[in-house]
């Protein structure tokens, strides 16, 4: 099993940023893909963003390409997501994704473990 702890979210101005943080423990030694995605109200979720664990590799959604980031430091099993420029259209409920496989990280059933997600709010 896998336990993932997400942190940062909050409630902003349009043109700040936030960065969020996705704490992963338990058999971690499997995880290969770590993704965000996002849900807002009345909406489906959707893909924000993937890293691949053990390399460089990322992928983010059109919407949120040039305003995030998405990093990670396997020392500490945790991987980030740098968020500038937002948005009001980014307020949702982001969650933090695992996958015990290498893949492009954009489909939420690519993922096995999810955590319980953070608020991130963004007024105008």
């Known amino acids: 099993q896998v336990q993932l702890v997400e942190s940062g979210g909050g409630s902003v101005q349009a043109g700040d940023s936030l960065r969020l943080s996705c704490a992963a423990s338990?058999?971690?030694?499997?995880?290969?893909?770590m993704g965000w995605f996002r849900q807002a109200p009345g909406k489906e979720r959707e893909f924000v963003a993937a890293?691949?664990?053990?390399?460089?590799?990322?992928n983010y959604a059109d919407s949120v390409k040039g305003r995030f980031t998405m990093s990670r430091d396997n020392a500490k099993n945790t991987v980030y997501l740098q968020m500038n420029s937002l948005k009001p259209e980014d307020t949702a409920v982001y969650y933090c994704?695992?996958?015990?496989?290498?893949?492009?990280?954009?489909?939420?059933?690519?993922?096995?473990?999810w955590g319980q997600g953070t608020q991130v709010t963004v007024s105008s």
């Open positions: 338990g058999r971690t030694f499997s995880t290969y893909t």
């Open positions: 994704a695992a996958a015990s496989k290498i893949a492009p990280g954009t489909r939420q059933y690519e993922y096995n473990y």
């Open positions: 890293i691949i664990w053990g390399g460089d590799a990322t």
